[in-house]
C-alpha cells in the first residue's frame, strides 16, 4: 500500500545557498540545500521514529522524477566499484518470470545510482547503503528507512522492527542522512562520481589541540607531508591502504577508480610513483602480494587454476593489468579498475647515512 502525504513547503534563500525544507509528517523531514559555488544538491533527511501504531508497517523511500527516456535502463555500484547495467523486469542470465515488481528490482547501492539517456546523466551518492531502484522510466529511488511488523519468511528469521528503548519506553530508530545528485551531460557524469564519491566515502578528518600560549607551537612541527610536495596523486588513483607493520615493513594498496570505457580521460593506464610517494625514505625492496596480502603475487599465479568453460570463445578477451614494477624506477601501473597490493621494504641504515 503506498501512502501519500502532503508537503509543507519553505524555500530558504541566501547569498551562499539556498534551502528547501520539506516536512511531510512529524517524523518525515528533507531539506535540500542547493551551493551557489558547487555544481550538485545534497539531501539531508530525517526519519523516524516509524509509528506502528496502526499495526501496519512502513517503508520509507525518496523518488527523483525527470523526464528522461531511460528505456527501463540504470546502473548500479558493486561494493563501490564498477557500476554494474540494470534493466527493469529482466535478467541476462535466465528467462525472468516478474512476481515481485517492486522488490525483484531492488539492488544495494554502497556508493551511488545513476540513469541515462541519449543527452543527459542523472547521479545519485549515498553516505550509507541503501536500496535503489528504477521502477519507472526517468525516476529512481532510494529507501530510507523501513520498520515492519511482520517477518517476510525470506531468511532473516526475525520483524524488521529495530527499537531503542529508555528508561522503559521504546521507540523505533531515527535515521539521518544524505544523499547527493547531480546532472549532467551524456559521458561527464563518471569524474563527479568518482571524485565526490570518494570524498564521501574517506572525508577529511579534522584535529584539533589546546596549546598554552606559543609553546606547543615552537615545540612541535605544525605542518607535515608525507609525499613529495610537488608531487599528486593521479585523479583516477586512491591509497586505500597504508599501513605500518613490523620491522619496518608498509603494506600499500593502490586502487583505479574508473572503468574501462567509462570516462575519456581518466579510464586509461596510470602510474603512481613511490619514490615521491615516500620521498624520506630509502625503499630497499617492493613485494607484490595478492589482494589479501597473504601470499606473494608470483606465488599465487602459479597456483592459480585454469579454468575451462563450455562454450566460451577459444581465443578470450585478454585482461589489461599493470606490469612489474622495476626495482629502480619503482614506478607502479595501474590498469582500469585494478587493485594492486605491496609490502615496501625501507632501509633505515641508507636511510640515516649510517
Not at 97 to 113: D, F, M, Q, R, S
Not at 206 to 228: P, R
Not at 320 to 345: H, S, W
Amino acid at each position: 500500500m503506498e501512502t501519500y502525504l502532503q508537503v509543507q513547503l519553505t524555500v530558504v534563500r541566501g547569498p551562499l545557498l539556498d534551502e528547501l525544507h520539506q516536512k511531510l509528517s512529524p517524523w518525515i523531514s528533507q531539506i535540500t540545500r542547493v551551493y551557489k559555488e558547487k555544481e550538485h544538491a545534497e539531501v539531508e533527511f530525517t526519519v523516524g521514529p516509524i509509528p506502528i501504531d496502526d499495526g501496519i508497517g512502513k517503508e520509507v523511500i525518496t523518488q527523483i522524477t525527470t523526464s528522461m527516456k531511460t528505456n527501463k535502463t540504470f546502473y548500479t555500484d558493486s561494493n563501490g566499484r564498477d557500476f554494474i547495467k540494470r534493466i527493469r523486469d529482466f535478467r541476462t542470465d535466465w528467462d525472468l518470470e516478474v512476481t515481485e515488481p517492486i522488490a525483484g528490482n531492488y539492488y544495494p547501492v554502497n556508493l551511488g545510482i545513476y540513469m541515462q539517456d541519449n543527452t543527459t546523466e542523472l547521479s545519485v551518492l549515498v553516505d550509507r547503503s541503501v536500496g535503489g531502484s528504477s521502477l519507472v522510466d526517468g525516476q529512481m529511488e532510494l529507501m530510507l528507512h523501513r520498520r515492519l511488523i511482520y517477518d517476510d519468511k525470506r531468511g532473516v528469521g526475525e520483524v524488521l522492527n529495530e527499537t531503542v528503548c529508555v528508561e522503559n519506553e521504546c521507540e523505533g530508530l531515527i535515521v539521518q542522512g544524505k544523499f547527493y545528485l547531480k546532472m549532467d551531460q551524456l559521458g561527464e557524469g563518471a569524474k563527479w562520481r568518482r571524485t565526490v564519491g570518494q570524498e564521501i566515502y574517506s572525508p577529511l578528518l579534522l584535529a584539533f589541540a589546546e596549546q598554552d600560549g606559543d609553546n606547543w607551537m615552537n615545540s612541535h612541527v605544525a605542518t607535515f607531508s608525507g609525499i613529495d610536495p610537488s608531487y599528486n596523486l593521479p585523479n583516477n588513483v586512491a591509497i586505500i591502504t597504508l599501513q605500518e607493520h613490523e620491522k619496518g615493513k608498509v603494506l600499500l594498496r593502490l586502487a583505479h577508480l574508473y572503468e574501462t570505457g567509462e570516462d575519456k580521460d581518466y579510464s586509461v593506464m596510470t602510474s603512481v610513483e613511490l619514490k615521491k610517494l615516500f620521498p624520506n625514505k630509502k625503499i630497499s625492496k617492493v613485494t607484490e602480494m595478492n589482494l589479501s596480502a597473504n601470499q606473494e603475487r608470483s606465488m599465487m599465479e602459479k597456483r592459480k587454476l585454469a579454468w575451462k568453460v563450455q562454450g566460451s570463445a577459444e581465443a578470450e578477451t585478454k585482461v589489461v593489468r599493470g606490469g612489474p614494477v622495476d626495482p629502480a624506477k619503482l614506478v607502479v601501473e595501474l590498469a582500469p579498475m585494478e587493485i594492486r597490493t605491496f609490502l615496501i621494504d625501507f632501509d633505515y641504515l641508507k636511510m640515516f647515512g649510517s
